[in-house]
Structure formats: C-alpha cells, structure tokens
C-alpha cells in the first residue's frame, strides 16, 4: 500500500507537518509505503486555466513541479493530509495542489489522480478548535472529485508553535494520530481487497 502523505502548511517548522509525521510513523509500522513531499519545496505555480489552456495548445509540458505531484498522486493508494485551518478553512497551498492535481492532461482523464483514491484528514493548531473548522472543507472538496474519505479526522487543539517542544505530542495528540492512521490503512486495505 502506497500513501502519499503532505500538509498544507508552507511553514518550515509546521507543526502540522509534525502531526502528519506522527501518523506516517504509525502507517510505516503497519507496513505501509508512505511519501512524504513537502509543498513548499515543489514551488507549484498558482493554478491558471489560460496558462493551461497556453502550454496545451503549444503541445508543452505542463511545468515540473506540477508533473510532480500528480504523478505521485497517481502512484499512491491513500493520502494523508495534515491541513492547517487558515480563517476557518484550508490554506491556499492546500487547494491549489488539489486544484493542479485535479487537471491531469493526458490520456487518463483529469480526475484519474483521485480516482479510487482513499484520504485520512487532520488538523492542528495553538487554538482551542485545533483546526476543526477547516476540515470539513477538506472533506468536502475531496469527496467532491471522488476521493473516498475515512470519517475518523483528528483536530488537536492547544499545539505548541514549536513542533520539537518538550511535552509534545502528548498522549491525546498521538492517540488520535494513531487513530487516523489506523483508520486510513484498514480502510484502504479493504478497498484494495
């Protein structure tokens, strides 16, 4: 089983992306092949229909970090998203690979990276909601294209702004970590099946 795992946070130390790594760690123990790609390193280009519809029409490839991520989206079986909540919804990096994902140009159709696609959710922040407002948004766009999304989702509230501070994870934020992770890999398990 292949997961491809990502936050949408563009933080160099997110503690999103430290959440996320705490579920991948579980995944791997339960004999998963997790992929990590941090967004902020791909450098994807915003999403633009005409500079699409331009680089089509030129018979051009579409730019490499876009090429990137829908070929690893392809690759796997199950996404895990850690999504940070930015004004009560999803961060800009977030939807704009799901977006770039969303528009694969070649003979597989412009879905095909979500097609029989599984996705685990989660969220964190410093805050008392721990990222929940955002996540059925997530949810919602995702199931949108086709995505099959587990309902175990995990909001950890109160997060420190350092992802290595001592005391963290503590046992509730690795519990549901875990939880999510589980979840992700049974469920795709049985999908595969």
């Known amino acids: 089983m292949k997961v491809l795992a990502f936050t949408g946070s563009m933080r160099a130390t997110s503690i999103n992306r430290r959440l996320m790594l705490l579920a991948s760690d579980r995944l ?25 519809t331009a680089l089509k029409s030129k018979g051009e490839p579409m730019p490499e970090p876009v090429v990137r991520i829908q070929d690893l989206m392809l690759a796997c079986d ?12 999803l961060s800009p990096a977030l939807k704009n690979a799901i ?17 029989d696609k599984v996705a685990g959710i989660m969220a964190t922040s ?30 950890c509230p ?15 934020t690795l519990k549901g970590a875990h939880r999510v992770a589980d979840a992700l890999y049974d469920a795709t398990k049985a999908l595969r099946a």
């Not at 199950?78 to 919804?89: D, W």
């Not at 955002?134 to 999304?149: A, C, D, H, N, Q």
């Not at 109160?158 to 509730?172: F, H, I, K, Y």
């Open 28 to 52: 791997k123990e339960r004999g998963a092949d997790v992929t990590e790609v941090q967004l902020r390193d791909l450098k994807l280009p915003m999403f633009d229909e005409d500079m699409e």
């Open 78 to 89: 199950a996404m895990l998203i850690a999504s940070p909540e930015y004004n009560g919804s």
């Open 99 to 115: 977006d770039w994902c969303s528009r694969r140009s070649d003979d597989k159709g412009g879905l095909a990276c979500y097609r």
């Open 126 to 155: 410093g805050g008392r909601l721990g990222g929940i407002r955002g996540l059925p948004e997530v949810r919602r766009i995702l199931s949108g294209i086709g995505v099959t999304v587990i309902p175990q989702d995990f909001a």
């Open 158 to 172: 109160g997060a420190p702004a350092d992802p290595n501070a001592a005391g963290w994870p503590d046992d509730a």
